[in-house]
């Protein structure tokens, strides 16, 4: 129906130019005493055909205009499949169009290019930074002091945020190093907690761990991942208390601290790109990427994440691992 008002609109000098030749005639009659009779057989002839042109029309229009309707993206492929022309205007918009589509399609070309250029400066950057980390950590094995286990940790974080862009710059890349397969959780999750002793042990906190006597249909390395950035969080925003790794219903895993815990507000975003929440400001160095990552990887896996959190008692971070088993090929 709004078309068809467009349509009336459009359309309205020629509908109000010939309501004004009917009204001349009528006019011109009246004046000259002929019988009014005379006019108005001819303007209702010519009004009904008047209607079944405009209808037909109207119909033209109305398939022209849903042929235009479903192109969205101005591609050399869609821009060749346009409507033919009718008339100069239309012609003229064409034109425009397609030299508006080679400029976007040359603009697009140039911007991959940059992007694709920037991708492989930060994977090499990301791959060449780690041959100085290990040689730094294997230096630091020779020397146990409260100042080398000091910089043992600081450069495990290190090491973190580089292994985050790796996994930030692999995350949309057309070819993923996905291998899908039967694991075992408790062995994955072991692996990822030895990663953290040191940090346990420093900070006084205590871990609570139940075997979880499962297998999972996963990666093992992104979901290391997953779990590494959680621990890392809760580690982070648990200045006292214990860390509980349990599993709960079926295939779910929950990672439970009892740290500062999260503001209402502020749980329903989390998992937002750069959104880092009331902590994260207090903190300053939260970049808001890390859960964004584990929501996208857990994505991509087939997986689940949410968070339960009570402010000042503490969050639990709940993956559900058993959806993966949608994608197991």
Not at 59 to 83: A, C, Q, Y
Not at 108 to 137: E, F, L
Not at 175 to 199: A, H, M, N, R, W
Not at 303 to 322: F, M, N, P, Y
């Amino acid at each position: 129906m709004r078309l068809f008002f467009k349509y009336i609109k459009q359309r309205r000098r020629g509908i109000a130019m010939g309501a004004v030749f009917c009204i001349i005639f009528l006019v011109t009659f009246l004046m000259y005493h002929l019988p009014a009779g005379a006019i108005f057989y001819p303007a209702g002839l010519c009004i009904f055909l008047g209607l079944i042109i405009m209808t037909a029309d109207f119909w033209r229009v109305k398939r022209k205009h849903k042929m235009l309707e479903s192109i969205h993206n101005l591609t050399d492929v869609i821009t060749g499949s346009f409507p033919l022309a009718d008339g100069i205007e239309d012609e003229d918009y064409q034109q425009i169009i397609h030299f508006i589509a080679e400029e976007h399609n040359e603009y697009r070309t140039k911007a991959n290019g940059r992007y694709s250029n920037m991708i492989d400066y930060y994977t090499v950057w990301a791959h060449q930074i780690k041959t100085p980390i290990a040689s730094m950590r294997l230096h630091l094995q020779n020397e146990d002091s409260d100042f080398s286990r000091k910089l043992s940790a600081d450069l495990f974080r290190i090491e973190q945020y580089v292994e985050m862009v790796l996994m930030f710059l692999r995350l949309d890349s057309e070819s993923t190093d996905y291998v899908i397969k039967e694991y075992d959780l408790d062995s994955i999750v072991k692996q990822t907690i030895k990663k953290f002793t040191g940090e346990f042990i420093s900070r006084g906190l205590s871990l609570k761990y139940e075997p979880l006597d499962t297998t999972v249909i996963t990666d093992e390395k992104w979901l290391s991942f997953v779990i590494e950035q959680v621990l890392s969080n809760a580690l982070k925003y648990t200045p006292s208390g214990s860390i509980t790794i349990t599993l709960e219903a079926e295939k779910k895993l929950c990672i439970r601290d009892t740290g500062i815990g999260i503001s209402p507000e502020d749980l329903p975003r989390i998992f937002e790109n750069g959104y880092t929440g009331y902590n994260g400001r207090t903190d300053k160095k939260a970049s808001g990427i890390g859960l964004y990552l584990c929501k996208r990887i857990c994505g991509n896996l087939g997986h689940s994440i949410k968070a339960e959190s009570v402010v000042d008692k503490g969050t639990a971070i709940i993956i559900d691992l058993e959806q993966a088993k949608l994608g197991e090929e």
